[in-house]
């Protein structure tokens, strides 16, 4: 089922006859369809292993090949791993739900049907709300979460750039099929290509943080298509055409963006949109024809015979509801309360939690939660997003980031020292107390020694010091500069402030 099912169709272009005519009066009604690989250890409904990277179809069964005689079993697992995405997202969760044939013929799909839910599916009527980059906010309603087998996988190999339309052949690989899907349709809330992207970030976030998937988006663990049409504001819908296969949120943006031209290309032309499937291609930019859209009947819904009902009792519900993690809208009502931090440093943390985890965890153990978030928000971030890691992998530890900022704390380390210090810590993975004492750092805060130095810098340059007298205070720079070229960077900023102002005399004085 498509997002905004039931939508008028092939409706007259509006705008065509003149009335409010101008590209900039056109407004986009987008919808979403986002396919989830379930991370369970087994198939949707046969006992194959699910896996990424593994040799072609050696992971393949007379059930997900579809060979006849053979009965489908349903995976227990999957189903509670769909009802976890359908409760976070504050659906309805049927009492009564079952499997359907959609029935079409194509290579990867060896049953020529795909084993889905129709018109039962496991959740109705959800919702999520969104937040984007400048704090505003906008709700997305959730038209339903319904459970479904993966197709296989086609490899067009040969001809031009390994698209079908250019390939010499295609390669099977149905190691894929049969893998359990959640299939999440969105209402056509979604306004531009902006929200757009922000709702899947945090959709993608909010199922990761189930640890129901991985959510990879590169080995096609989260998928996604776009219902497209455009329309003047207050006019119906128009017609829609489906975006299909975005495995990026960076070529979500960009086909969105090229599709909605594209329609306000042909209708300010006097041209009409027709309903289809559409592919873009990343590399020219440019939206291509796939082929007329399907509407349900073209599927040729009808239960399937195999698998009985699933009937999921109250009990069941709150059983599985009692078991979710905190989620992030939540969280960042939490973090942004228990540990005073700003919405938006609350909301970066909510919404990555093995980000979040380490910060409560270096905020305990320093207690100093706004340091410690400005720290895993600044540098440790931009070293794992630099090195590709995971938070898990990152060689500086929390209780080494805690050394780390204890030494700050002590004054043995000012804070661009202790930058320098982290990113030591990180390529040795020793801790920061070994590298100070290794590498002759430490801040000098020995008001013998660094008095030493300003009084002979203050004989050596009486010009200077007479201006600070005289007030310019700005000159007071010159003389900090010139006690850290001394000390290497290593004396205490506050410390030498305080002794320069002490032997410079009060400026105007």
């Known amino acids: 089922m498509s997002a905004g099912a039931g939508l008028p169709h092939d409706v007259a272009a509006p705008g065509v006859d003149g009335a409010g005519s101008g590209r900039e009066s056109w407004e986009s009604v987008i919808g979403l369809e986002i396919h989830v690989q379930l991370s369970t250890k087994t198939k949707m409904f046969c006992g194959c292993d699910v896996t990424f990277g593994q040799p072609p179809n050696t992971h393949v069964c007379p059930v997900c090949l579809g060979h006849p005689g053979v009965l489908p079993v349903t995976n227990e697992k999957a189903v509670e791993y769909a009802t976890r995405v359908a409760l976070a997202l504050d659906c309805r969760i049927s009492e009564r739900t079952i499997f359907h044939r959609k029935n079409y013929f194509y290579p990867d799909l060896p049953k020529a049907y795909q084993i889905s839910q129709y018109d039962l599916p496991l959740g109705v009527g959800g919702h999520l709300d969104v937040e984007l980059e400048d704090g505003s906010h906008f709700t997305v309603g959730i038209t339903r979460v319904h459970m479904e087998e993966?197709?296989?996988?086609?490899?067009?190999?040969?001809?031009?750039?390994?698209?079908?339309?250019?390939?010499?052949?295609?390669?099977?690989?149905?190691?894929?099929?049969?893998?359990?899907?959640?299939?999440?349709?969105?209402?056509?809330?979604?306004?531009?290509?902006?929200?757009?992207?922000?709702?899947?970030?945090?959709?993608?976030?909010?199922?990761?943080?189930?640890?129901?998937?991985d959510v990879n988006m590169e080995e096609g663990s989260l998928r996604c298509d776009a219902n497209v049409s455009i329309r003047h504001p207050g006019d119906p819908f128009g017609t829609k055409t489906e975006l299909?296969?975005?495995?990026?949120?960076?070529?979500?943006?960009?086909?969105?963006?090229?599709?909605?031209?594209?329609?306000?290309?042909?209708?300010?032309?006097?041209?009409?949109?027709?309903?289809?499937?559409?592919?873009?291609?990343?590399?020219?930019?440019?939206?291509?024809?796939?082929?007329?859209?399907?509407?349900?009947?073209?599927?040729?819904?009808?239960?399937?015979?195999?698998?009985?009902?699933?009937?999921?009792?109250?009990?069941?519900?709150?059983?599985?509801?009692?078991?979710l993690p905190e989620l992030p809208v939540a969280r960042k009502e939490r973090l942004a309360?228990?540990?005073?931090?700003?919405?938006?440093?609350?909301?970066?943390?909510?919404?990555?939690?093995?980000?979040?985890?380490?910060?409560?965890?270096?905020?305990?153990?320093?207690?100093?939660?706004?340091?410690?978030?400005?720290?895993?928000?600044?540098?440790?971030?931009?070293?794992?997003?630099?090195?590709?890691?995971?938070?898990?992998?990152?060689?500086?530890?929390?209780?080494?980031?805690a050394g780390l900022l204890g030494l700050i704390a002590d004054g043995t380390l000012s804070g661009k020292m202790a930058k320098d210090v982290f990113e030591a810590m990180a390529a040795t993975g020793k801790d920061a107390k070994s590298l100070v004492a290794e590498k002759g750092l430490g801040q000098i805060s020995d008001t013998g020694e660094l008095e030493g130095i300003i009084i002979r810098l203050v004989e050596e340059n009486p010009g200077p010091a007479e201006e600070f007298r005289q007030g310019k205070d700005r000159v007071l720079g010159f003389f900090v500069g010139q006690v850290m070229k001394e000390t290497r960077g290593q004396a205490n900023p506050q410390v030498v402030n305080e002794l320069l102002r002490k032997h410079l005399g009060a400026p105007g004085g």
Not at 164 to 192: H, K, M, Q, W
Not at 280 to 308: C, I, N, Q
Not at 358 to 368: C, I, N, V
């Open 150 to 213: 993966d197709a296989g996988k086609l490899i067009h190999a040969g001809g031009s750039s390994g698209r079908i339309d250019g390939a010499d052949y295609s390669l099977v690989d149905f190691n894929r099929g049969g893998t359990p899907l959640v299939e999440i349709v969105t209402e056509p809330d979604i306004s531009t290509p902006d929200q757009a992207r922000a709702f899947l970030t945090q959709l993608r976030n909010l199922v990761e943080q189930l640890g129901v998937s």
């Open 244 to 323: 299909k296969n975005m495995n990026s949120f960076r070529f979500l943006h960009r086909g969105l963006e090229a599709e909605i031209e594209r329609q306000i290309d042909l209708l300010e032309t006097g041209e009409r949109v027709v309903q289809a499937t559409v592919h873009f291609d990343p590399a020219t930019g440019t939206v291509s024809m796939l082929r007329s859209k399907e509407e349900a009947h073209d599927y040729r819904y009808f239960p399937e015979p195999d698998l009985t009902p699933i009937e999921l009792d109250e009990a069941y519900v709150q059983k599985v509801r009692a078991a």
């Open 337 to 401: 309360r228990q540990y005073g931090l700003p919405p938006k440093d609350a909301g970066s943390l909510a919404n990555n939690r093995p980000l979040g985890d380490y910060f409560e965890a270096l905020a305990a153990a320093t207690g100093d939660p706004r340091v410690s978030a400005n720290w895993v928000l600044g540098d440790l971030s931009a070293y794992v997003n630099a090195a590709g890691i995971e938070v898990a992998d990152c060689p500086v530890t929390v209780e080494r980031l």
